[in-house]
């Protein structure tokens, strides 16, 4: 019986040595692994604050461009309706008109050269004398409105 109580001593410090060999082992690798979640923790949060500003920046950046947007298609709208714009785009289109009159009317040309000179002296007499005094009292009418209907029935002939 004492052999079998020298064994039975030696099995059980055997199994408690390796029982505490086991339990720190155990405790060594809960150790590395918590240290492995913080850090996997500290990440994902630098990762999301640094995500979370660049949606911030873009956020802000997006706003600031339809505000742009917006105030450029204001003044786009306000730019085009400025006194003067319509009577630009008016004497393009009597240029093109007067182009197309040149090319496909033979005598037009010279009729239209004289025509062309006398108005440019009546206008520069617009400048001296009376005549301006006067045209600035009294405003002439033109029947501008009813030229594009005459170029738009010479286009359809």
Known sequence: ??????????????AIVLVVSM??????????ATKENERL????TDR???????IMKLKDQNEELKKQNENLRISLSTYSQKPGRKE????HVYQLAVDRLTINSPGFGAAWQAA???SEDE???TYIGVQPFIKRLIPIKTDASVLPNLIDTDEKN
């Not at 923790?41 to 994902?44: N, V």
């Open 48 to 54: 999301m604050d640094l995500e979370g500003d660049g």
């Open 88 to 91: 630009v785009a008016r004497l």
């Open 1 to 14: 019986m004492q052999n079998f109580l020298i064994g039975l001593a030696i099995g059980v410090v055997l």
């Open 23 to 32: 339990s720190v082992k155990r405790h060594k690798e809960i150790l590395v």
């Open 116 to 118: 062309l000179k006398e």
């Open 41 to 44: 923790k500290r990440m994902l």
């Open 123 to 125: 206008f520069q007499k």
